[in-house]
């Protein structure tokens, strides 16, 4: 964890919230998906938020994770052959990792930062990356993905609707309830203005 001393006071309850968005289930759900689209090499993680991080945190199984989303010859990540041990070329595979999950289509929101990973400051953040890049693999589905299709949710699609030409000039002439309705209105039981009711007993 770097050379970052304990959090007191403020700092501490901010960490502490941060910790409990951790979803463990979560952790073995991404953890299976990983190891079966990667292959077993990989290895597993000890159980718990310090093992999910140790495990991902050099970034070269995240770079292998990105990889097997893509077909053979255009892997955007270069996997060094001997996992790196310098803190810089860690988190430079970690960047790179983030840019091809980026590039794959993952939005800026559901990215995690290199130091939420590295120095395990938001580690719910990194899982958010992997259901997103999971999601958009199922999405696809172009025969990249390996694992249960129900792990992750299915991101909705454009449903374009074609429509022919006297359709569009029906339509024209419709008056949508969104303009109002006159359905319904009606003066009864209106009186003039300033008459006094009549009440007849």
Known sequence: MANKGPSYGM?????SKIEKKYD?????RLVEW?????GPDVGRPDRGRLGFQVWLKNGVIL????NSLYPDGSKPVKVPENPPSMVFKQMEQVAQFLKAAEDYGVTKTDMFQTVDLFEGKDLAAVQ???MALGSLAVTKNDGHYRGDPNWFMKKAQEHKREFTESQLQEGKHVIGLQMGSNRGASQAGMTGYGRPRQIIS
């Open 11 to 15: 700092s501490r309850e901010v960490q």
């Open 24 to 28: 463990e289930e979560l952790e073995e």
């Open 34 to 38: 990983i190891i079966m689209q990667c």
């Open 63 to 66: 770079s292998k994770l990105v």
């Open 128 to 130: 958010r990356t992997l």
